[in-house]
């Protein structure tokens, strides 16, 4: 198995004329690169393809010095083989020197980092995900599953790649499953927060029906969960396997940059899958059987003022 993400990634002045998002506020530098590099890490720690357990090695062969005192020796077994790629290829797409890479504390070899020019983006910072999924589009062939991720989207659940694969396969192809984003705070008002509920129908209306299959059961371990079409089926992230990815590219609307869903950023991650296939996420019962932790925490996460 292979696969590939790209990450969109800017810290920089906002879009004259445009909301100002976390990563135009001033002195974001630091925080951005935090929440790409926890972004980044949750990837390759539980998706990635190196993970292994120590193991204790017994006295040394005949002959072999045996170690200093204090020291054991260990050797190292390859875990999880069978459900983990064998290549994970992680882009980071920037906006010309609008980034805060140079702060990002992963060892080298760990992303790749592909440069778009802000004229390219026709002056608007913020369609730098549709750059992604052109990119995706240009580099998507050899590999079995291909991600998105906003740079403070993080991944903490080794099983979340086979979960979307449990629906993918169950749908024919038909349905995406997109996590429930939450945001964490312990000393705040909801320790944890899920911030994409639900809105208006009428806002998502014109691009999906949501309800036609209006939900579906999956079985998983010794339970059936229940995952249910979405009014609000933003999440910042997705993964599409190959055969999703190759009838989404298919359609004349993959390069269309319109933002018309919310805006350019929410458009650029969900607009194009909304339109091509069923988006699903976790009913509110099971809310974390998916999920992803957003790190831009909202105002309404910190506890109330005092009387």
Known sequence: MRILVAIPHYVGPPAPGGAVYGSSQPDAAPARAAALTRTIAGLR???????????WAGPPPPGEEPPPPGLSRVRFERANRRALPQVLDIVVVVVDDRHALDRVTLPAGAFTVE??????????PRMLGFACRDLLGERAAGYDWIGYFEDDTVV?????LRKIALLEH??????VLFPNRFEADPTGRFPKLYVDGP????????????????SMTMPHLA?????????????GCWFLSRRQFARWRAQSHFSARRPSFIGPLESAATL????????YKPALDSASFLEAEHLNNRMWL???PPA
């Open 45 to 55: 720690v539980h998706l990635g393809p190196v993970q292994v357990r120590v193991a």
């Open 223 to 235: 339970e059936v969960v229940t995952v249910e079409r979405p009014t609000n089926p933003h999440a």
């Open 170 to 175: 169950c749908s024919e192809g038909e349905a």
């Open 272 to 279: 194009g899958i909304m339109r091509t296939f069923r988006i």
């Open 115 to 124: 440069r778009i020019g802000l004229d390219a983006l026709g002056g608007d």
């Open 302 to 304: 910190r506890p109330r």
């Open 156 to 160: 903490g659940d080794p099983w979340f």
């Open 199 to 214: 809105m208006p129908p009428e806002a998502t209306a014109r691009w999906q029906d949501v309800g036609r299959h209006s």
